[in-house]
């Protein structure tokens, strides 16, 4: 497997998934809650947001071709959805939302809304991993790509265990600065699929 590749897996989904700056609100949805049970909301998010990024990678590209959407057209759609997660990321419009989405007086349990979904599995991450399953033929891209998501997704687990510790290390103006240098990449990841889409049709070199 082509280790760019894998690498820009890792980065996008990381990007999306976003753990850093989705600590400080599993921090607030998780308030009052004993340590025991914060893990334990923290693992059933991570899990259940999993299983839906797998059906997608898996069966994604043969939905959209059930109804008759083409991968460039998905990796142009895809890509401008990206660039519009990106530039909430560098205007903070991102967190403001997820806030408005993680009132926890509405939502007792948060593990699967709205941590899961659509926090963890939205609809960035689901269009990122149909996107990058369908860069590689085959089984082959899906399971690296659902490897990859699951290794981010421990990642994201560990940060939602040490959410304390890092809210209190980053602080709000750290968590903000590494939030905005994430949308500044996610935003050339995103401009690179629509650059391919157009390429799959045969307008970009």
């Known amino acids: 497997m082509d280790t760019a590749f894998l690498i820009t897996t890792f980065v996008t989904l990381f990007i999306i998934l976003d753990p850093i700056a989705l600590t400080p609100m599993f921090v607030a949805l998780t308030q009052g809650l004993t340590p025991a049970q914060g ?22 590209e ?29 205007f903070e419009r991102r967190t403001k939302r997820r806030e408005d989405q993680a009132d926890i007086d509405d939502f007792p349990d948060p ?16 269009a990122s991993v149909i ?12 399971f690296w790509v659902i490897g990859v998501m699951l290794s981010v997704m421990v990642i994201v687990f560990v940060f939602f265990l040490s959410a304390g510790l ?17 949308g500044m990449l996610l935003a050339a990841l995103a401009v690179q699929f629509v650059l391919d889409g157009l390429r799959g049709f045969g307008i970009a070199g």
């Open 39 to 60: 893990r334990s909301v923290g693992l059933r998010a991570c899990v259940t947001a999993s299983i839906i990024l797998i059906i997608f990678a898996l069966a994604g």
């Open 62 to 90: 043969s939905v959209l071709g059930f109804i008759g959407i083409s991968m460039p057209a998905f990796r142009i759609a895809g890509g401008l959805l990206l660039f519009l997660t990106a530039l909430e990321m560098l």
């Open 166 to 182: 890092l809210e209190r290390g980053l602080g709000k103006t750290g968590i903000n600065i590494v939030t905005r240098l994430f």
């Open 111 to 126: 593990s699967i809304f709205p941590l899961a979904m659509p926090l963890l599995a939205g609809p960035g991450a689901i």
């Open 131 to 142: 996107l990058l399953s369908g860069q590689q033929p085959g089984f082959t891209g899906a």
